[in-house]
Nanobody
Framework: QVQLVESGGGLVQAGGSLKISCAAS????????LAWFRQAPGKERTFVAG????????DYGDSVWGRFTISRDNAENMVYLQMNSLLPEDTAVYYCAGDRRAYRAVLVRSTTDYAYWGQGTQVTVSS
């Protein structure tokens, strides 16, 4: 139904910036909220940022607020995560995710609310 493919990960020095992308496909993709999660080795997958299906609202995890910016382009079926002032603790595999419910009015942060997942892209921040 919805396929998600991340790209743009890599190695960056602390304090640097990186922009990762997610290409979404499927006839319902424009009707669902999209989000970024991340998972570091030995840790749980956690919410990073989300954007509503319309692109009008966004939400961020506490640890990235003010440093990361999520955006989406519904014409191109793309979602982006601009990451600035990167820290070593931002090192993780970053996953793009699609909400299981169409036209949800609010952004949710639990992994169980997302039915669609990409394969992930590695982001490594060196100190």
């Amino acid at each position: 139904q919805v396929q998600l493919v991340e790209s743009g990960g890599g190695l960056v020095q602390a304090g640097g910036s990186l922009k990762i992308s997610c290409a979404a496909s499927g006839r319902t993709v424009s009707s669902i909220n999209l989000a970024w999660f991340r998972q570091a080795p030995g840790k749980e997958r956690t919410f990073v940022a989300g954007v509503t299906w319309s692109g009008s609202n966004s939400d961020y995890g506490d640890s990235v607020w003010g440093r990361f910016t999520i955006s989406r382009d519904n014409a191109e079926n793309m979602v982006y995560l601009q990451m600035n002032s990167l820290l070593p603790e931002d090192t993780a595999v970053y996953y793009c995710a699609g909400d299981r419910r169409a036209y949800r009015a609010v952004l949710v942060r639990s992994t169980t609310d997302y039915a669609y997942w990409g394969q992930g892209t590695q982001v490594t921040v060196s100190s």
